[in-house]
C-alpha cells in the first residue's frame, strides 16, 4: 500500500475520518494534509517520519511499509508515557491484510461485507484474525493429511 493510502486509512481508523483533528495531533496544518491526500504534495521522509514520531503505536517504516518490529509493545514517546498496543496490534493486522495476495485479501473482505478496496475498521479485525487463524488451521491440517 502506498503512502497516500496508508494516510487515509490511518486518519480515517484513527481520527474517524477528521483530518483537521489528525492535523492537530500531528502539529501539522489541516491544508498540508490534504494535499498529501489529494496527491497534490508527496508524503515524503521527513514527513513519515515526523508522523512516524508523533502518533503513539506506529514505528519507523510504517509509511515504507516496513513490518512492525515489536507489535505487541507499545513505544516510549516524548511525554513519557508508554503507548500502547491495541492500536499497535490492529495496524499491525491491517498492515498484514493489506499485504494478502489480492484475491485471498478479496475473498477476506468479501465474507465479512466489506468492499475488498476500502481500509478495515478496528472492531472488524479481531474477527477476520480470527478467520484467517482458522483459515490457517484448516490448511495445516489438510496438509499433514496429505504427508
Known amino acids: 500500500m502506498d503512502r497516500r493510502k496508508l494516510l487515509k486509512a490511518l486518519i480515517d481508523q484513527r481520527y474517524g475520518g477528521n483530518v483537521a483533528a489528525f492535523a492537530r495531533a500531528i502539529k501539522k496544518s489541516p491544508s498540508q494534509v490534504h494535499q498529501w491526500l489529494s496527491g497534490h504534495r508527496n508524503l515524503g521522509d521527513a514527513g513519515a517520519r515526523h508522523i512516524e514520531k508523533t502518533i503513539p503505536g506506529l514505528w519507523q517504516g510504517y509509511f515504507d511499509g516496513d513490518p512492525n518490529p515489536n507489535p505487541t509493545q507499545g513505544r516510549q514517546h516524548e511525554d513519557g508515557a508508554q503507548h500502547l498496543d491495541d492500536n499497535a496490534r490492529y495496524l499491525e ?22 468492499d475488498p478496496d476500502e481500509p478495515l475498521p478496528k472492531q472488524m479485525t479481531e474477527s477476520i484474525r480470527r478467520m484467517l487463524d482458522s483459515l490457517a488451521d484448516l490448511v ?8
Not at 93 to 106: N, S, V, Y
Not at 142 to 147: G, P, Y
Open 93 to 114: 493486522l491491517a498492515r498484514q491484510i493489506e499485504q494478502l495476495p489480492p484475491e485471498i485479501r478479496t475473498v477476506v473482505m468479501i465474507s465479512i461485507g466489506r
Open 140 to 147: 495445516r491440517q489438510e496438509h499433514n493429511r496429505a504427508d
